[in-house]
């Protein structure tokens, strides 16, 4: 029988057209024993290996090697040589292979060399008893025949079908970066297809293919938790017990039999599931950064729910307190792994993974490979771009799709999108190519936060790809735990870093120190601005949507906090309304039984929680905390096999508890009914303490907010937009850039806020930093000897027209209009300097001339800002005209007919249904912004504006989706 040797998949990325679902279905349909991959990486051979064991195919796992610029073909004979294989893929994803690299790898594999390598066999021969010549034609087969080679015949397969051979051109041409106007594509033609027509071909190379395939046994072996061991501690247990007694002593004055018998009852589930090590680990990291002034998030997900990670200050939720179960963590009836995640801020993760990388070992702890896809709207890019396709046409089409669903799904289910494929030729040519290769990997990236360690290097275990100086896996993490790997978040999170800098601002330029652990969470001034929906820029609690539910909530405790952050989600918020009722006592709590009372009191008979689920299964069936969480799983999984099984077993139980059946079954239902979008309390807790920290700074340190909050958001002109118009709202002073004041980030001073160099449109980081960098000893004395210091390239004409338009240089004496003047004499004399002292340089006499209008310096303003730092169009024109409303205030009109002046931002024309045009128009004033709404009779009316017009409108105030907005009864030019 022939079996197929060299198949390579679409891990062979945008050279393959074979995926291995695909390749399963032939197999089985042709009814092959064996079946084999042989990519240029390993990337594919976990997922190879499960769904062949799976569908009763003998896996045949190879690895296509280079050496000396030859192709190797190596099988693995036994899990030994697949350890062998991971070995080389390993090097060869950093550096070219060397004989010598196979030399110290070549256990327990099957070597061919294609006939186009036969010059390497006089060294594989010595390395390797199992060595095959391969041959792919009749031309190469009379070159071998009769010589002293075992040989066999292997057959390239690229794709499955002959009908398929067309479409493989053009991933070469995504691959390659070509398009099909290149000559290569022209005369890119192949027989790549699998075979299994083998007539003619010699019958011991055929009968070699099947004796190859019969010594390959790739076997893995049951997984193990294979992490490093903590400082090499023999009794890891009893370390973990002294730590947590002791911390838990440090974190409470008087430890109670509540906690005491609680963190007893974690540190034995810990033990028995053999995790101890485990908390060790993630322990020391935690430390490292704590020691090293590096602030860390209060906890993350449920690991929030466990006493032992709170007494070792892996998290700073005390879970007794916060009413947080350990078995929604850690759960005894179900052995899976462990999952601490954890938060640092963004600038600082690479330094923990790199401490933990010295500490274990460079092998032992590696990043998580990610693929990015071919998925529907980025291969209608990438094929238009080798098709020549106009990019508009190309988005026209990505509008139309979802990212739910696959294109064939769109042709059939959206008829526009149909229709614009059907319109043209290169168009349907365009979706049958395109069909034929969605959701192939395109690249590689890294897991954004996932890390694996080991107490062996990892390479042991899986391969690895070597990547910027560091290792990655080359499974992603869908595959990790099957394999006894823990997969362990570091993320970096934006909101620590800017809550890092605002607490270093304030303890450097302040007599009072802030300590974040030390923030109290009952501060009234921080919950009144969460109940006034004052939440801009405060993490988890900035959208509009978020800042309206908080407005009428009023929270007004913690817990309310974390109840609004566990209900503001898809699936919860249909409770919002009955939640605001409840809690403000215009509508009676209500409980399915009396007996739930004490579960759900706190949040007003509404289940919110899956803590609350688990709570509630306990109570009523007497489950354990453990099988509680099973149940919950199952439900949130729609797991139907064991939801049946479930309820009867809840029922029967319920009924023992004197509930009746029709009770007990009715609470069956609410917990189902809610098992499918329950939040974790304990990640709810965690987050709103970030978020309730955050919003304590803002509320009492304004300005350091701010800057920091400005600084996070520099390169994003909305963004920025948006803050800077709450900022002045607050009475905040924002001050233009200034040569020697300003930063390459935001800067607080007794007048206001500070804008950077970089926020200057032209200028940019890259000049920012070498004019800060030029003034360090001292600062600059006028526009020349500022022209003489910034001898970089950075700096150009452009560059300073732009400082010159930022009033950068207004503590020099001269006006913008006199620098621009003078701008050649200027630079004339910087480069001079540059080639003499400046001793030997006159000064060139400036001529002094009248400064520009203020309605051009504001338009200056707002083409280098993005907005009106100053003055504001709108401003002159308010003065003219009475009981003008500013935007800020106008939800206080609700339903009012007022007059606004606004700034024109952008105007959206539609066609109605009665093919009548409308306008919706985004105006905004000095301090807010609003949308403008202009029907068809008032639009044909009033249509005779612009972009940047100030318009002076008549209006009543609406609201849409509970969004304010104005629709205009009459609108006129304000000047």
């Given at each position: ?13 945008l ?9 399963i ?7 092959l ?11 594919g051979?976990?997922e ?8 009763n ?9 280079i ?6 073909l ?10 062998s ?14 004989l ?10 099957i ?15 010595k ?26 015949f ?17 991933l ?10 290149d ?6 033609y ?22 190859i395939?019969?010594?390959c ?19 890891q ?25 609680r ?56 879970p007794?307190?916060y009413?947080?179960?350990?078995e ?16 640092f ?16 070992g ?73 069909i034929h ?43 990790l ?64 949507g ?62 919110i ?10 109570l ?22 064991i ?33 499918n ?23 009492h340190?304004p ?40 930063m390459?980030?935001?800067t ?17 980081i ?11 000893k001292?600062?600059f ?11 970089t ?29 003078n ?6 004399y ?88 409308m ?23 009033n ?18 989706f ?8 009459n ?5």
């Open positions: 029988m022939y079996i197929p040797l060299y198949i390579k998949t679409n891990y062979s990325l050279s393959s057209l074979i995926d291995i679902d695909s390749l279905k032939y197999a089985k349909d042709k009814q024993p064996y079946i084999s991959i042989v990519d240029n990486n390993m990337y051979v976990i190879f290996y499960q769904k062949c064991l799976k569908n195919l003998k896996p045949i796992i190879g690895l296509d090697i050496i000396d610029n030859q192709t190797v190596l099988y693995a004979k036994n899990y030994e040589g697949y350890q294989l991971m070995k080389i893929s390993t090097i060869q994803s950093g550096r070219p292979l060397t010598l690299d196979i030399e110290k790898h070549y256990l327990s594999l070597v061919i060399l294609p006939c186009s390598s036969i010059n390497l066999y006089k060294n594989f021969i390395i390797f008893p199992d060595l095959y010549i391969g041959y792919t034609n009749k031309e190469e087969e009379k070159k071998l025949i009769g010589k002293d080679y075992k040989l066999v292997i057959n390239k397969a690229l794709y499955l079908n002959e009908n398929d051979q067309k479409y493989l051109k053009y070469y041409l995504i691959r390659d970066g070509k398009t099909i106007a000559e290569a594509f022209k005369n890119e192949n027989n790549n297809a699998l075979l299994t027509d083998v007539t003619g071909i010699d019958k011991d190379s055929i009968f070699n293919t099947e004796e395939a019969n010594q046994h790739v076997i893995f072996p049951p997984s193990k938790l294979e992490l490093p061991i903590y400082n090499n501690l023999k009794d247990y009893d370390y973990l017990v002294k730590l947590s007694i002791a911390g838990l002593k440090k974190r409470l004055t008087i430890v109670n039999d509540i906690y005491q018998n963190l007893k009852y974690e540190l034995e589930i810990i033990n028995e599931m053999g995790f101890s090590n485990y908390f060790l680990i993630v322990y020391d990291f935690i430390k490292f950064a704590k020691q090293n002034n590096i602030l860390v998030g209060p906890g993350r997900g449920s690991a929030a729910g466990s006493l032992v990670s709170y007494s070792l200050g892996i998290t700073d939720v005390d007794i307190k009413d947080l179960l350990f929604r963590f850690l759960n005894p009836n179900r052995v899976t792994m462990p999952d601490i995640d954890t938060d801020p963004d600038v600082y993760r690479d330094q923990i993974i790199e401490y933990v990388t010295n500490k274990y460079n092998k032992k702890v590696a990043g998580i490979i990610t693929f990015g896809t071919l998925g529907g709207k980025q291969v209608l890019r990438d094929v238009g771009r080798i098709l020549n396709i106009p990019i508009y046409k190309i988005d026209e089409l990505s509008k139309l799709i979802n990212f739910k669903e696959t294109l064939k799904q769109a042709y059939q289910n959206n008829i526009n999108f149909s229709n614009i494929i059907d319109s043209e030729d290169r168009l349907k040519l365009l979706y049958d190519i395109a290769i969605e959701k192939f990997p395109r690249h590689t990236s890294v897991h954004a936060a996932g890390i694996v360690m080991s107490k062996c290097p990892l390479d042991e275990t899986i391969p690895l790809v070597y990547n910027n100086n560091s290792y990655i896996t080359a499974y992603s993490m869908d595959y735990e099957d394999l006894g790997l823990l997969k362990m978040d570091f993320l970096g999170l934006k909101n620590l870093t800017t809550i890092m800098n605002i607490i270093k601002d304030i303890n450097l330029q302040n007599d009072e120190k802030i300590d974040f652990n030390k923030i109290p969470l009952n501060d009234s001034k921080t919950l009144k601005l969460f109940a006034d929906g004052k939440t801009l820029g405060i993490f988890q609690f900035e959208s509009e978020m800042r309206k539910f908080l407005k009428k909530l009023k929270p007004s405790c913690f817990e309310d906090l974390f109840a609004a952050n566990a209900l503001f989600r898809p699936g919860p918020s249909n409770n919002i309304d009955t939640y605001i009722k409840r809690r403000h006592g215009k509508e009676e709590a209500t409980y399915i039984d009396e007996r739930l009372k004490p579960i759900l009191k706190n949040t007003y008979g509404i289940i929680y899956q803590e609350q689920i688990m709570q509630i299964a306990s009523v069936a007497s489950y354990t905390l453990g099988e509680a969480d099973i149940l919950r799983r199952a439900m949130s999984k729609k797991n139907k096999e939801i049946l099984k479930e309820k009867n077993k809840f029922i029967e139980s319920a009924l023992k508890n004197d509930y009746s059946f029709n009770k007990a079954e009715e609470i069956f239902s609410l917990i189902l009914k809610f098992a979008y329950g939040f974790n309390r304990s990640h709810s807790v965690a987050y709103s303490i970030i978020a309730y920290k955050m919003g304590y700074l803002k509320a340190y300005k350091y907010f701010y800057s920091n909050l400005l600084t996070s958001v520099i390169g994003s002109e909305i963004k920025t937009k948006e803050y800077i118009y709450e900022l002045k709202a607050n009475q905040l002073e924002i001050l233009h850039p200034d040569i020697n004041l300003s390459d980030y935001y607080v001073s007794d007048e206001g806020i500070r804008l950077p160099l970089s926020a200057i449109r032209s200028v940019g890259i000049a920012a930093k070498d004019i800060i960098n030029s003034r360090q001292e600062p004395e006028d526009i020349f000897d500022f022209i003489s210091r910034t001898k390239r950075s700096i150009t004409k452009r560059v300073l027209e732009s400082l010159i338009n930022a009033s950068c240089f207004k503590s020099f004496s001269y006006n913008k209009a006199t620098l621009h003047s701008i050649d004499n200027i630079i004339n910087g480069e001079l300097t540059n080639e003499l002292d400046k001793e030997f340089v006159l000064k060139p006499e400036i001529d002094l001339v009248n400064e520009y209008s203020d309605n051009l310096q504001m338009q200056q303003e707002k083409e280098l800002f993005g907005f009106y730092l100053k003055d504001h169009p709108v401003t002159k024109c308010k003065n003219k005209y009475q009981n003008i409303i500013n935007l800020k205030d106008i939800a206080n009109y609700y339903n009012k007919i007022i007059d606004l002046i606004v700034l024109i931002d952008n105007i959206k024309v539609i066609t109605t249904k009665n093919n009548e045009e306008a919706f128009i985004t105006g905004s004033d000095e301090e807010s912004n609003i949308e403008l709404l202009l029907f068809p009779k008032i639009y044909q009316k249509n005779n504006f612009q972009k940047n017009d100030v318009i002076l409108i008549k209006g009543k105030v609406e609201k849409r509970d969004k304010i907005q104005v629709i205009v009864n609108i006129k030019k304000a000047y």
